[in-house]
């Protein structure tokens, strides 16, 4: 096995040498002390061939439910010819090739960025292994033709197996810019082969980050601040440190730890914690109070953020005026899995075992800590039991970070509570705007004017984005956009500004439609045709939802579109109405997010995204109340249940367009489907989220 | 600290930990299973749902103590080779997205599918209500749970295997 590992070695200095796109594909000698001994051996970053036949992918995308292992394999076999059987698939450390500047998850890319990496890097491994075969059989490589995990010689049909060439290819120059197939050859592009993580995730198996477990680990339980931004005062932890199980009791920078034997210890020992806090200026915030400044700073101009025509002069001249004000509160993430990381500090390296949807800041936010250099913080990335953005924070990382230093070398797992996670999130800003629309006599939009007020972050755009980049074509529009300050956390949550804005935007646009006079689909539908795939997937919509037909009594229909992340989706809700209790009964989408890649997987992101918005418009919502979160668990933040789970059916544009998103495309639209059938239902406008039940009697 | 005894995946299991310890943590840290997953602490989730006597209980608020001489069946414990009807079913309707809540989703159908033969969406939107999913991986579970009832009656009906150790 030593002389393989010194030939690998020379091999891979050789692919090294040899690639100038030695970025796309990722070569790179192994790390010190990491050559591969009898290992699988690597073609390139995202495969690894076994002389048993084995094919190891890279998968380097999180897998958080929307299905990267397998549709990235996908991407991958479809060019290496291998047998999607003898597939296994592991998530590697941070590489540039993963990811520049970021090796993370999210924005729904992960298929737009890979689509033509990941067929670049199995048809390169592919043409590698034809040419050891080419080799040993001493023919040239268009003799040879690979297939199913073996090379067949065309002329004598002899066959190699993938695993007996993988040393020799492995020695080999990658080849760069190997064509790739045109989609009419696609075998598994278009396909829906069964996800690969459903056999670990069915017998709990599969390795989510609270699943880890190492040698000598302890348990620890953080205790911060109810006030966002507040910080510790004083604290007595000899309580803490009686209760049985308790090691150690530490403050780090945001709070004060219990490090127990065991995850309940720490927490039993925490409850026992008695610490005073420094609240902070935030220490005073509240729901009521924030929705009035923000109801006067929506009174004033805000920054202009799109602007064509005059909106104020089309408005005052407008034969119809409509008017009105909505309102969309703080949302939590709240994935399944709550937040968790192990960590284990040494004063060589420190390793991080922990679900993230963004590994480098996970990684650089460990060397800060740490004061070791980003290479020495290796990130073994788990399954992630949820994120919906909310891992792409390293803020749960940093706290694991800091305890673990403390305890240095043990290992600590940092479990966060459900009220940890409801408490102290990154959520979904608040936001507040205030619509105008003007008509003229024969009920066609003549202006259009938003004044949102909502806290940014990472940018403007995602405060604005869903009505800024509306694509209704109105002569006279204004955008205007407000920042407000609030000390509260925010972040990206699945969907982003689309999230809020688009359900103001499309329950805004149906109340021009009812101004007018105008069925809501043949509203939109003219005001679209400049923006083909959004009319397309309205029309389809409309079409498998029956719009128009009759319906049950008590039955109500509302529409609505959305284009975000690449893609067009558009949604007809069926609703009934009861004592103010809406129920949901079916949901049509119709979605082009381009070329699929695996409809399966687009039917349930679509499924997934609906359910995800749809406990918005009834449930959930987080309220502040002297600077604290009101909600604790899942009692008074509750998600969609089975029985309030609508039959969805998912309709899906056959295209050869670049493909685009699909994680994040169908959560805005289901808000305003839903809102605007309440509509037709009780002709009453939802313009606050969630529903109140009084509201609508 | 207290021994406690009980029966654990058919096998029998002697602890010695705080009695007051919920038997999640008991299964998760201290015996290192830990397919049964932490998501609330409050019963409010179901993604802790183990069998005790063949009853769907949630393991974070069922102090250990109340499980000695009883018979414990944890995800872990369904199928060697996720050849439980239930775990069928699943695979076949490929339910899982991030897969977090599906232990506890699969115990509740287990049980569910052990005693009733043939459940409507009804029954089985009240067994399964108390077990959330982020994913909205409903629709499919609606759908597995009506195939799992039916290797179940195939592999000699419900009471026949799983579920009601």
Same mark, same amino acid.
């Given at each position: 096995m030593k002389t393989l590992t010194k030939i690998n070695r020379r091999g891979f200095l050789k692919s090294s040498a040899a690639v100038g796109g030695g970025l796309v594909l990722g070569f790179h000698l192994p790390e010190k002390g990491q050559a591969q001994t009898a290992g699988p051996l690597k073609l390139n970053a995202f495969v690894k061939v076994g002389t048993d036949d084995t094919v190891t992918l890279e998968i380097h995308k999180s897998e958080m439910g929307q299905g990267t292992v397998t549709s990235l394999s996908q991407l991958l076999?479809?060019?290496?010819?291998?047998?999607? $059987?003898?597939?296994?698939?592991?998530?590697?450390?941070?590489?540039?090739?993963?990811?520049?500047?970021?090796?993370?998850?999210?924005?729904?890319?992960?298929?737009?960025?890979?689509?033509?990496?990941?067929?670049q890097a199995g048809a390169a491994a592919r043409e590698m292994l034809v040419q050891a075969a080419a080799q040993q059989w001493r023919v040239d490589k268009s003799q040879c033709r690979a297939e199913n995990n073996s090379v067949v010689n065309t002329a004598t049909n002899a066959r190699l197996s993938y695993g007996s060439l993988a040393a020799a290819a492995a020695k080999l120059p990658a080849p760069t810019n190997v064509p790739l197939k045109p989609a009419a050859q696609f075998k598994l592009i278009g396909t829906s082969p069964k996800r690969l993580d459903t056999p670990l995730k069915v017998n709990g198996s599969a390795g989510f980050g609270l699943d880890v477990r190492r040698p000598g680990m302890l348990y620890a339980s953080l205790e911060r601040c109810p006030v966002f931004g507040g910080k510790v005062a004083s604290f007595d932890g000899s309580k803490a440190m009686a209760v049985p199980g308790v090691k150690k009791v530490v403050q780090i920078s945001n709070g004060v730890a219990v490090i127990a034997d065991n995850t309940w210890s720490a927490?039993?020992?925490?409850?026992?914690?008695?610490?005073?806090?420094?609240?902070?200026?935030?220490?005073?915030?509240?729901?009521?109070?924030?929705?009035?400044?923000?109801?006067?700073?929506?009174?004033?101009?805000?920054?202009?953020?799109?602007?064509?025509?005059?909106?104020?002069?089309?408005?005052?001249?407008?034969?119809?005026?409509?008017?009105?004000?909505?309102?969309a509160p703080y949302l939590s993430h709240a994935p399944m899995e709550p937040l968790n990381a192990t960590v284990e500090v040494r004063a060589d390296g420190c390793d991080i075992w922990v679900s993230s949807q963004i590994q480098t800041v996970a990684q650089q936010t460990a060397a800060m800590i740490t004061g070791l250099p980003a290479e020495k913080c290796q990130i073994h990335t788990q399954y992630l039991g949820g994120g919906f953005g909310r891992r792409g924070g390293a803020d749960y990382v940093g706290e694991a970070v800091e305890i673990a230093k403390a305890m240095s070398p043990t290992p600590v797992k940092l479990t966060w509570t459900r009220e940890d996670d409801l408490q102290h999130d990154t959520y979904r800003p608040a936001s507040y705007v205030k619509f105008s629309g003007g008509l003229d006599a024969q009920g066609n939009p003549v202006s259009f004017s938003a004044?949102?007020?909502?806290?940014?972050?990472?940018?403007?755009?995602t405060a604005v984005e869903g009505i800024q980049d509306m694509k209704y074509a109105i002569p006279n529009v204004q955008v205007e956009f407000t920042a407000p300050d609030t000390g509260t956390p925010v972040s990206y949550w699945r969907s982003v500004g689309y999230s809020q804005?688009?359900?103001?935007?499309?329950?805004?646009?149906?109340?021009?439609?009812?101004?007018?006079?105008?069925?809501?689909?043949?509203?939109?539908? $003219?005001?679209?045709?400049?923006?083909?795939?959004?009319?397309?997937?309205?029309?389809?919509?409309?079409?498998?939802?029956?719009?128009?037909?009759?319906?049950?009594?008590?039955?109500?229909?509302?529409?609505?579109?959305?284009?975000?992340?690449?893609?067009?989706?558009?949604?007809?809700?069926?609703?009934?109405?009861?004592?103010?209790?809406?129920?949901?009964?079916?949901?049509?989408?119709?979605?082009?997010?381009?070329?699929?890649?695996?409809?399966?997987?687009?039917?349930?992101?679509?499924?997934?995204?609906?359910?995800?918005?749809?406990?918005?418009?009834?449930?959930?919502?987080?309220?502040?109340?002297?600077?604290?979160?009101?909600?604790?668990?899942?009692?008074?933040?509750?998600?969609?249940?089975?029985?309030?789970?609508?039959?969805?059916?998912?309709?899906?544009?056959?295209?050869?367009?670049?493909p685009g998103g699909i994680g994040e495309a169908s959560t805005p639209t289901i808000v305003p489907a839903v809102v605007n059938a309440v509509y037709a239902a009780t002709k009453k406008r939802v313009r606050m989220l969630p529903i109140r039940p009084a509201d609508l009697v | 600290m207290a021994a406690v005894k009980f029966t654990l995946n058919g096998k029998s299991q002697t602890v010695d930990v705080v009695p007051q310890m919920p038997l999640l943590w008991v299964l998760r840290d201290h015996l290192g299973m830990t397919g049964t997953k932490f998501g609330c602490g409050m019963a409010l989730c179901g993604a802790c749902t183990v069998h005790i006597n063949g009853q769907?209980?949630?393991? %974070?608020?069922?102090?250990?103590?109340?499980?000695?001489?009883?018979?414990?069946?944890?995800?872990?414990? =369904?199928?060697?080779?996720?050849? *439980?009807?239930?775990?069928?079913?699943?695979?076949?309707?490929?339910?899982?997205? %991030?897969?977090? %809540?599906?232990?506890?989703?699969?115990?509740?159908?287990?049980? =569910?599918?052990?005693?009733?033969?043939?459940?409507?969406?009804?029954?089985?939107?009240?067994?399964?209500?108390?077990?959330?999913?982020? %994913?909205?991986?409903?629709?499919?579970?609606?759908?597995?749970? *009506? =195939?799992?009832?039916?290797?179940?009656?195939?592999s000699g009906g419900a009471q026949a295997k799983g579920g009601a150790r």
């Amino acid at each position: 096995m030593k002389t393989l590992t010194k030939i690998n070695r020379r091999g891979f200095l050789k692919s090294s040498a040899a690639v100038g796109g030695g970025l796309v594909l990722g070569f790179h000698l192994p790390e010190k002390g990491q050559a591969q001994t009898a290992g699988p051996l690597k073609l390139n970053a995202f495969v690894k061939v076994g002389t048993d036949d084995t094919v190891t992918l890279e998968i380097h995308k999180s897998e958080m439910g929307q299905g990267t292992v397998t549709s990235l394999s996908q991407l991958l076999a479809e060019e290496l010819e291998c047998d999607w $059987k003898k597939i296994r698939t592991e998530f590697p450390g941070v590489e540039p090739v993963y990811g520049t500047p970021m090796m993370g998850t999210y924005g729904s890319l992960s298929i737009r960025t890979s689509y033509n990496q990941l067929r670049q890097a199995g048809a390169a491994a592919r043409e590698m292994l034809v040419q050891a075969a080419a080799q040993q059989w001493r023919v040239d490589k268009s003799q040879c033709r690979a297939e199913n995990n073996s090379v067949v010689n065309t002329a004598t049909n002899a066959r190699l197996s993938y695993g007996s060439l993988a040393a020799a290819a492995a020695k080999l120059p990658a080849p760069t810019n190997v064509p790739l197939k045109p989609a009419a050859q696609f075998k598994l592009i278009g396909t829906s082969p069964k996800r690969l993580d459903t056999p670990l995730k069915v017998n709990g198996s599969a390795g989510f980050g609270l699943d880890v477990r190492r040698p000598g680990m302890l348990y620890a339980s953080l205790e911060r601040c109810p006030v966002f931004g507040g910080k510790v005062a004083s604290f007595d932890g000899s309580k803490a440190m009686a209760v049985p199980g308790v090691k150690k009791v530490v403050q780090i920078s945001n709070g004060v730890a219990v490090i127990a034997d065991n995850t309940w210890s720490a927490m039993e020992g925490r409850k026992a914690l008695t610490v005073k806090w420094d609240e902070g200026k935030w220490a005073n915030v509240s729901t009521p109070g924030l929705r009035q400044e923000w109801a006067a700073l929506a009174a004033k101009p805000g920054m202009s953020m799109r602007k064509a025509g005059d909106a104020a002069a089309a408005f005052a001249g407008a034969a119809k005026k409509v008017e009105a004000v909505y309102e969309a509160p703080y949302l939590s993430h709240a994935p399944m899995e709550p937040l968790n990381a192990t960590v284990e500090v040494r004063a060589d390296g420190c390793d991080i075992w922990v679900s993230s949807q963004i590994q480098t800041v996970a990684q650089q936010t460990a060397a800060m800590i740490t004061g070791l250099p980003a290479e020495k913080c290796q990130i073994h990335t788990q399954y992630l039991g949820g994120g919906f953005g909310r891992r792409g924070g390293a803020d749960y990382v940093g706290e694991a970070v800091e305890i673990a230093k403390a305890m240095s070398p043990t290992p600590v797992k940092l479990t966060w509570t459900r009220e940890d996670d409801l408490q102290h999130d990154t959520y979904r800003p608040a936001s507040y705007v205030k619509f105008s629309g003007g008509l003229d006599a024969q009920g066609n939009p003549v202006s259009f004017s938003a004044r949102i007020v909502c806290p940014p972050f990472g940018g403007n755009g995602t405060a604005v984005e869903g009505i800024q980049d509306m694509k209704y074509a109105i002569p006279n529009v204004q955008v205007e956009f407000t920042a407000p300050d609030t000390g509260t956390p925010v972040s990206y949550w699945r969907s982003v500004g689309y999230s809020q804005n688009c359900y103001f935007m499309e329950a805004f646009i149906d109340e021009m439609a009812a101004a007018a006079g105008a069925d809501p689909v043949e509203f939109r539908r $003219k005001l679209l045709a400049g923006t083909p795939r959004l009319l397309n997937v309205l029309n389809l919509a409309a079409e498998k939802g029956d719009w128009g037909k009759p319906l049950p009594a008590g039955r109500f229909r509302g529409v609505a579109v959305v284009n975000n992340i690449g893609s067009f989706n558009a949604q007809v809700a069926e609703v009934s109405v009861s004592q103010g209790k809406v129920k949901v009964h079916r949901v049509v989408c119709a979605v082009d997010c381009g070329q699929v890649v695996n409809p399966a997987i687009v039917e349930q992101q679509i499924q997934s995204g609906i359910v995800y918005g749809l406990g918005t418009v009834t449930k959930l919502g987080i309220t502040l109340d002297k600077g604290r979160v009101v909600q604790k668990n899942f009692n008074n933040y509750d998600p969609i249940r089975i029985d309030e789970m609508p039959v969805v059916e998912v309709h899906i544009v056959q295209s050869r367009e670049n493909p685009g998103g699909i994680g994040e495309a169908s959560t805005p639209t289901i808000v305003p489907a839903v809102v605007n059938a309440v509509y037709a239902a009780t002709k009453k406008r939802v313009r606050m989220l969630p529903i109140r039940p009084a509201d609508l009697v | 600290m207290a021994a406690v005894k009980f029966t654990l995946n058919g096998k029998s299991q002697t602890v010695d930990v705080v009695p007051q310890m919920p038997l999640l943590w008991v299964l998760r840290d201290h015996l290192g299973m830990t397919g049964t997953k932490f998501g609330c602490g409050m019963a409010l989730c179901g993604a802790c749902t183990v069998h005790i006597n063949g009853q769907p209980t949630r393991s %974070c608020v069922t102090q250990v103590s109340t499980v000695a001489g009883k018979s414990v069946t944890t995800i872990e414990g =369904l199928s060697a080779d996720n050849s *439980h009807p239930v775990q069928k079913a699943w695979i076949e309707a490929d339910v899982p997205q %991030c897969g977090y %809540c599906q232990s506890g989703q699969i115990m509740t159908a287990a049980a =569910l599918v052990a005693k009733t033969t043939n459940p409507s969406d009804n029954d089985i939107d009240e067994a399964m209500r108390g077990n959330l999913c982020r %994913c909205g991986t409903y629709q499919s579970i609606r759908q597995a749970v *009506h =195939l799992a009832a039916r290797y179940q009656a195939q592999s000699g009906g419900a009471q026949a295997k799983g579920g009601a150790r």
